[in-house]
């Protein structure tokens, strides 16, 4: 019985595969959703994964250097599309995603001093141009762009404490743009769209500390957020 259900098993895997390579990739498809890229308006939703990391400069190439280590965390978010024409689109893509980032302030020996956990909580709101090719069979790559707000639920903006206090502070919402690349592969049963999506803060985000001449944030010009989105949507 066991072996008849492992058998049973691999035979449905095998056959999907292959009427998934027939539906999707083979010569002449037969076409999933025809009419699809012609609704006015259409939603989904999106899983996926996001690294963050911070871009840095400093006023002096003399100073303490500040070294990242980024930890891949979770995204999850809506997608509200409105067709422009054929080839153009606008979405808004409200998302949720939580990330970490460690930060090391070299030349410290105690670890209370040198390493702080930039934990983050962040809304991300982005307003971008989807610009599609034309469909080849079941399949659609596109290219997108535009800007985003952040909203960083764990900044510790109104913290008055620093880092003589082991307080790392940013500010609570930013600004960016987005590039990114996708497909949208038309399924028997959705649209299933893998992406990649490059995110560049515009904005100085930190908050110095209280002392102008403070051994971790003195030296920095400026910090700002860069980030790569891998998400998978559905619609």
């Known amino acids: 019985m066991k072996n008849l259900f492992i058998l049973l098993s691999l035979h449905f895997v095998l056959a999907s595969q292959a009427q998934f390579r027939r539906s999707v990739f083979s010569k002449n498809p037969v076409l999933n959703f025809e009419n699809w890229d012609k609704q006015r308006i259409y939603y989904g939703f999106y899983l996926g994964t996001n690294v963050y990391d911070y871009k840095i400069d400093y006023k002096s190439v003399v100073g303490r250097d500040v070294l990242i280590k980024s930890t891949a965390g979770f995204s999850v978010g809506i997608v509200g599309d409105l067709r422009l024409n054929e080839y153009f689109n606008l979405r808004f893509e409200p998302g949720l995603h939580y990330t970490q980032r460690d930060i090391y302030f070299t030349g410290f020996t105690k670890q209370t001093d040198y390493l702080r956990e930039a934990k983050a909580t962040n809304l991300n709101f982005p307003l971008l141009l989807k610009y599609s090719a034309l469909r080849t069979g079941n399949i659609r790559p596109y290219l997108e762009a535009g800007f985003s707000q952040t909203l960083n639920l764990s900044s510790n903006q109104s913290v008055k404490d620093d880092n ?22 038309y399924l028997e049963y959705f649209k299933f769209s893998p992406s990649i999506r490059g995110v560049f803060g515009l904005n100085d985000e930190l908050i110095r500390d209280n002392d102008p001449n403070s051994p971790w944030t003195g030296n920095i010009q400026s910090m700002k957020t860069r980030a790569v989105f891998v998400t998978f949507t559905f619609h």
Do not use: P
């Open 164 to 185: 003589a206090q082991q307080i790392f502070r940013v500010k609570k919402m930013t600004t960016n743009y987005e590039l990114g690349f996708g497909i949208d592969i």
